[in-house]
């Protein structure tokens, strides 16, 4: 615990905190929980949701915006965005029409046309947070894991497709005399720019710090591994786990049961100590209730990190 709080703590620098894992292991709630836990400790707090799946407007029991920060009433030092890919993707293509005019008005809007056009827009506009000069902390609670990785990896893409379209729209503007070139290629140098930044951070040990969350199970260890794996490929180190819901020994007394599923839960704690050893492994118990407010999130906050008072 002691660890993972100095990895987590803000120092010189904001923090970016990164959540992710399979679907269905706790990632929102131990977001929720650290974002709730920074922010009580004092920290100037952003939390930012990429999971479409899940609202953060659910969790804090109060709407928050798509795009903007949104003040946690309930918690002071805390403020919230719910980003969604839908909304983000009909901003994000008029931006993107708007940098290339030129090139959109004669060749047709299938040029910003892409299968992959929801994940672009919501991690254009997370990229926005990945420069945050307000937030202390920014929390990030990422979509299950082959999402989130499509979205991890998107910059990079994307800094490479923006080269490209500058080296091309300078010979284009060359051969067909398109005006407003100067002012495009500025736009598209800018985004690039923001891009790399991105990229930067993501790579930063000593700013960006991305834990991967599990259940002590065959599958979401599976799903673990690869994730570590693909996530080292982009340059991005996972230095901490959580692993979720153990069974409490004192809950057993004597219910065949929860016995047979504790041993199983043992037997896989086994292999997630050996696994993932270079890391840093923070377990928690599972609740005898569900996570529904403010209150609990600050137990699990507390289970993680320490007291924060």
């Known amino acids: 615990m002691d660890k993972m709080l100095e990895l987590v703590r803000p120092t010189n620098c904001t923090k970016y905190l990164f959540f992710g894992g399979k679907g269905g292991v706790g990632k929102t709630t131990m977001a929720s929980a650290t974002a709730v836990w920074m922010a009580n400790a004092g920290y100037h707090t952003t939390i930012v949701s990429t999971d479409p799946t899940i609202s953060l407007s659910a969790i804090f029991h109060q709407e928050i915006s798509a795009t ?3 003040k946690i009433e309930q918690v002071k030092n805390l403020w919230g965005v719910n980003i969604n890919p839908s909304e983000a993707t009909g901003v994000f293509q008029k931006r993107l029409s708007s940098t290339l005019g030129g090139l959109t008005n004669m060749l047709g809007g ?9 994940e672009m827009a919501a991690f254009d506009q997370f990229v926005e947070f990945l420069d945050d000069r307000e937030s202390d902390v920014v929390v990030f609670d990422t979509a299950p894991t082959g999402h989130s ?4 990896a998107m910059p990079f893409d994307w800094a490479d497709f923006l080269k490209k379209q500058i080296k091309d729209r300078n010979e284009l ?11 495009t290629i500025a736009q598209l140098e800018a985004d690039k720019a923001r891009y790399n930044n991105a990229i930067e951070v993501l790579k930063d040990a000593e700013k960006t710090i991305y834990t991967l969350v599990l259940l002590p199970a065959f599958l979401p260890i599976e799903e673990t591994r690869s994730a570590l794996t693909d996530l080292n490929k982009l340059g991005v180190d996972v230095r901490t786990f959580i692993v979720n819901q153990l069974i409490p020994t004192d809950a057993i007394q004597g219910n065949t049961f929860l016995e047979k599923r504790y041993q199983t839960q043992e037997k896989y704690m086994s292999i997630i100590n050996q696994d993932f050893r270079k890391g840093i492994i923070t377990t928690l118990p599972m609740l005898d209730t569900d996570v529904y407010d403010v209150e609990t999130l600050r137990i699990i906050g507390s289970k993680i990190y320490g007291e924060w008072c």
């Open 149 to 152: 990785l499509r979205e991890l």
């Open 110 to 118: 299938d040029i910003i046309s892409t299968p992959c056009a929801e």
């Open 68 to 70: 903007e920060k949104t």
């Open 173 to 183: 503007a060359a051969i067909m005399q398109l005006e407003d070139t100067e002012e």
